[in-house]
Every structure is written in C-alpha cells, then in structure tokens.
C-alpha cells in the first residue's frame, strides 16, 4: 500500500526582511545553546510556530552532477583529491541524465532538486553547461539550487538568468575553527561568493557542518555568523558529520545527538524566517532524535538516497516517519 503522508505540494517561496533580533553576539547565541534543554525546545518551537506550520517539512533532493576530483583540502570531504576515499573523479553529467533524475525527485515529493559539484570554482565554461542543466529542471516545475564552488559576478548572473532559485555555499564552521578544516581558501572567500550570489539577485542557502571536533562556542560562532549575515540566508542546512574513512576527520569522537538538537533549535530562533535543513548524518540519527529536531524547529530535509557521495534514509522510511510524525510536504 502507497503511504500518501508524503505529498508535492505548490512551491512556496519564503519571503522575509532582514532579522530584527540581532545582531547576534557569540555570547548570546552560546547562552541559548546553554539553556535547559526543554526550555530551549519550548522556545525554540514557538519562534517556528509563529513563522510556519509546524508540522510541514519542505522536501529537497541532492544530485551529485559532478563526483570527485576536487582540488580543495576540506578535511571533512570524500571527493578531495588530498584524502585517499576511494571517491573517483567524474566527468559533469547530461541533460538528460540530470531530467530523469529531477523527474523522479518530483515524483516523491521533492519540490527543490539541488544539483552539486566537486569544485574549487567552476570555468565560465562549466557555467554554460550548468545553466542548461538549471533550465531542465525548471522546466519540470521545480526550485532549483546549485552548489559549485566559489563564483565571479558574471557566473553568479548567468545562473540567475537561467533561471537557478538558490545557490549553497556553507560556511562549515566558526572563522575560528576554519583554519583546521580547510586551508586551500580562506572565510572572506566564502562571504565573498555569498555577496555575489545576493548581488545576482538569487536566494542563500547557508550553513555548516558540526561535529568535527569543535566546542560549542565555535557552535555558537557559526550560528553568529550565519545570523548576522544581511540578510540571513532563506535556507539553512544543518549538517552532522558523516566520518569517511580516509579523511583527516574519521575516528573523531561523535557528537552527541542532544548538542545537534540544540544547534537546530538555536538556529530556528535566531533566523526564525529560515528553512533549517536538516542534511548530511540523517540517516545515522535514528527516528527519536529526528522527531526532536522538527520539534525544535526544523523544517526541511534532503530527500533520497544519497547526498552527493553519503548515504541519507530511503524513500520509504521517509515515508513512514512523515506518518509517525503527522508531518506533510510543504
């Protein structure tokens, strides 16, 4: 029997002004990480009510366009050549290849298909490729989101002009921890992309990865900085490190599943306009912590079995947690 608790419904764009409640210190955003646990929740799920309906999850699907081969040192990322992950290098896929695979997205449910590639930044002729992509899967009716690497101007345009609706660009982490998971490129080089990509006129999506060994006040720096940007970014994806065998972060101690839960919820009070996503390490979390996650307020998932190169929880077990949950597609 098909379980309809998944369900496509019309896309809806968020719209919002800059946040009125901040900026954000580093300060005040640990001292909500520090709060009782249910008071954090309680406040966290109040902000969301007031902003969404509580209980409809936006669906996303990622596609992996590009696999492997990226020149960057990330000590997170399977696909950088500097990490020996057994990740092969691929060549950029076809229109046709990326339709069918938008097409079954939307079938599922999926109302946003995000396409990535494992790149530095991208050659204007990469671009041109990518925005025929973009035009496929506007074509089919759905948002579409890129994830490429750092742009110019003129490459942010392009994109906006094929008609792309968000571009990702997370920051990973606070600039204080920054240098210990990257050093081929440095923060201002991300924010820089970010400006280009508002200039061009398209949505944010933003956001950063815990669990790689930071404390929580470098928690509380990354959701500082992502807060503060003007204005904070319409999409927010909240990843939990997936450790890969053979990168620099693999055998780290794991992150314990409450201080995700807590990142989620202070996240939703200090952009409480945002879709906060919760992304990469979904499928280790089980159903409970899940549950609490939406509860604090989050309120976007990617959605089937793989992102980029790690695998997310399948279709069906989506299905059957959305009809636990009461929760539908937004």
């Not at 890129?146 to 008609?163: I, N, W």
């Not at 508002?198 to 959701?223: F, K, N, P, Q, Y």
Request: glycine letters at 8%; hydrophobic letters at 40%; aromatic letters at 6%.
């Amino acid at each position: 029997m098909t379980n309809t608790a998944i369900t496509a419904q019309p896309v809806q764009v968020v719209r919002r002004a800059a946040p009125s409640t901040g900026p954000w210190t580093v300060e005040a955003v640990q001292a909500l990480l520090d709060l009782p646990f249910a008071d954090l929740l309680y406040r966290a799920q109040t902000v969301h009510r007031e902003h969404f309906d509580a209980n409809e999850v936006q669906l996303s699907t990622l596609l992996s366009i590009k696999t492997g081969g990226c020149p960057e040192d990330c000590a997170y990322c399977p696909q950088s050549v500097h990490h020996d992950t057994g990740v092969e290098a691929g060549k950029l896929l076809d229109v046709e290849a990326v339709k069918a695979a938008a097409a079954a997205a939307r079938e599922q449910g999926a109302t946003r298909f995000c396409m990535g590639a494992a790149w530095r930044a991208p050659k204007d002729r990469d671009i041109e490729k990518v925005a025929e992509l973009v035009r496929s899967v506007k074509a089919l009716g759905m948002e579409a989101c890129c994830t490429l690497g750092m742009l110019t101007d003129e490459q942010a345009r392009t994109l906006k002009e094929a008609g792309l609706d968000y571009y990702n660009h997370n920051l990973d982490t606070a600039p204080e921890a920054y240098g210990r998971i990257i050093t081929t490129r440095d923060y201002q080089d991300r924010l820089d992309t970010l400006e280009r990509v508002r200039a061009a006129g398209m949505h944010v999506c933003c956001g950063g990865i815990v669990g790689m060994g930071e404390s929580r006040r470098e928690r509380a720096g990354l959701i500082a900085q992502l807060a503060n940007l003007d204005p904070y970014p319409e999409s927010v994806p909240i990843n939990h490190l997936v450790q890969v065998e053979g990168t620099p972060l693999h055998g780290l101690e794991p992150l314990d599943p409450l201080e995700f839960v807590r990142t989620i919820a202070v996240a939703r009070i200090t952009m409480p306009r945002a879709r906060v996503r919760l992304s990469a390490g979904r499928q280790q979390m089980g159903e409970a912590v899940q549950a609490l996650c939406f509860l604090a307020g989050a309120n976007s998932i990617f959605y089937g079995d793989k992102l980029l190169t790690t695998g997310n929880p399948d279709w069906e077990r989506d299905q059957a947690l959305f009809a636990k949950l009461g929760l539908t597609a937004a």
